[in-house]
């Protein structure tokens, strides 16, 4: 029996797979620890109670498709409106060098996808999947790129797998950012810092909850308040700033959408959401460089997260679990070459390129954080390397620019071009 269900109704599961998410997260020390999404928790769970649906009494489920192509082109405007190039001024050299290598091992991460999918007999659609979609990309482009592999180029299974690749990115990325940047460190002859016996308030709530971190504490939010003496000087997420900021990602979907029917059928013609991309970008910038317009960072974040989350939850019910049987096999000893010659890389590449020192060994762990998983498995590597021996202010200042958004827009590039070759 195949039940189809509306806007309303699909929006109404894919909140409850995210509160779901939650409340395994705030539970299940394992998913906090790795940093798991909570809307990749809950939507796992959903996604197996679809499949027994499916398997023991015959249930499909079609879910609006226009709400979740609408979020996905959300999120990513939100990543363009994020782009702002002045920051690579802020950043320096590093900054620039750093988003180099991580370019370099993009391809890198594309080419051995594609040669294991070929060598294992499969499409070498697929090898994209299991390189810098899922992995780098992580859940959101592997969601994305999913549906375009799918619908344009006939790959059975692309955005299951993609999920499913990207949650063992995160996993993995958790598991060996820490041990590689701790060799690095050995090898410098640094030693451990001793642990303060009396953390101030400041130290300990640094140590509970970062912007990027899926930790929850009872109390956090009480001190927080404790601490920030003038909440007066915090710009508010008000009903007029956030229909300024709708308006900026209205005017990138519809760049969008008028550059989807523009290059189609030429050699400019990208998925519609490369153009969200874009078009954030270009906005974004136009107007802090040519009108100093003062862009809302923490509205865009709010708007393209929960864009993120909803897209997501709606992405993880509307898996075919039953269409990745044949590919686990191939697929695992594909991650596992990948997981090796992610630790290769930061080992030789980024480390040395990046100075040899300590920074370079906390810039190596970020690596492997969003090099598998994602910009907060990125953070929560460094901040475990940086709580054992030293602050490493430069590290924490490139990673977050690169991994949040630099690092999408040359992964854009990269897929666009990889699937044009003529061998794919």
């Excluded at 950012?177 to 050995?186: D, E, N, S, T, Y």
């Excluded at 994602?374 to 390397?385: E, L």
Aim: glycine letters at 10%.
């Amino acid at each position: 029996m195949e039940v189809t269900l509306n806007g309303y109704y699909t929006l109404i599961l894919a909140t409850l797979v995210l509160l779901l998410g939650r409340f395994m997260v705030k539970r299940i020390k394992f998913l906090e620890d790795f940093n798991i999404p909570e809307p990749v928790a809950g939507g796992l769970v959903a996604a197996v109670v679809v499949y027994a649906l499916n398997f023991i009494w015959g249930y499909s489920f079609n879910f609006h498709q226009g709400l979740q192509t609408a979020t996905m082109l959300m999120f990513f405007a939100s990543i363009g409106l994020s782009a702002d190039f002045g920051r690579l001024k802020a950043g320096g050299t590093p900054l620039l060098i750093f988003t180099i290598v991580v370019s370099v091992f993009i391809v890198l991460q594309d080419v051995v996808g594609v040669a294991m999918a070929s060598a294992l007999g499969l499409d070498p659609l697929l090898g994209l999947v299991t390189g810098s979609i899922a992995l780098t990309g992580g859940h959101g482009t592997a969601g994305a790129w999913g549906v375009v592999l799918e619908e344009q180029y006939g790959v059975v299974g692309a955005t299951t797998l993609g999920i499913a690749v990207a949650t063992y990115g995160l996993v993995a990325g958790g598991i060996v950012g820490g041990p590689v940047a701790r060799r690095l460190i050995k090898n410098l002859g640094l030693t451990p810092t001793p642990d303060n016996p009396n953390p101030s308030e400041v130290e300990k709530l640094a140590a509970e909850q970062s912007l990027y971190s899926t930790k929850h504490s009872e109390d956090s939010d009480h001190r927080q308040e404790e601490m920030f003496e003038k909440p007066d000087n915090i710009r508010l997420i008000t009903a007029s700033s956030t229909i300024e900021t709708l308006a900026l990602f209205a005017a990138a979907l519809a760049f969008a959408d008028i550059m989807t029917l523009i290059a189609a059928g030429t050699a400019f013609e990208l998925p519609t959401f490369v153009w969200a991309l874009a078009g954030g970008v270009i906005i974004r910038n136009s107007l802090t460089i040519a009108f100093d317009f003062d862009m809302f960072d923490r509205a865009i974040d709010v708007i393209g997260n929960a864009s993120l989350s909803l897209f997501l939850a709606m992405a993880l019910l509307s898996l075919k679990l039953w269409e990745l049987t044949e590919l686990a096999g191939p697929v695992l000893i594909i991650l596992l070459v990948q997981t090796f010659v992610m630790i290769l890389y930061v080992y030789f590449i980024t480390f040395r390129v990046m100075g040899k020192n300590y920074d370079a060994a906390v810039l190596s762990a970020g690596h492997c954080g969003f090099g598998m998983g994602a910009t907060p498995t990125a953070i929560a590597n460094m901040q475990a390397v940086t709580d054992r021996y030293l602050p490493s202010p430069k590290a924490f200042l490139i990673v977050p620019m690169v991994g949040a958004f630099f690092v999408d827009i040359v992964n854009a590039t990269v897929l666009q071009i990889f699937t044009k070759l003529p061998f794919m």
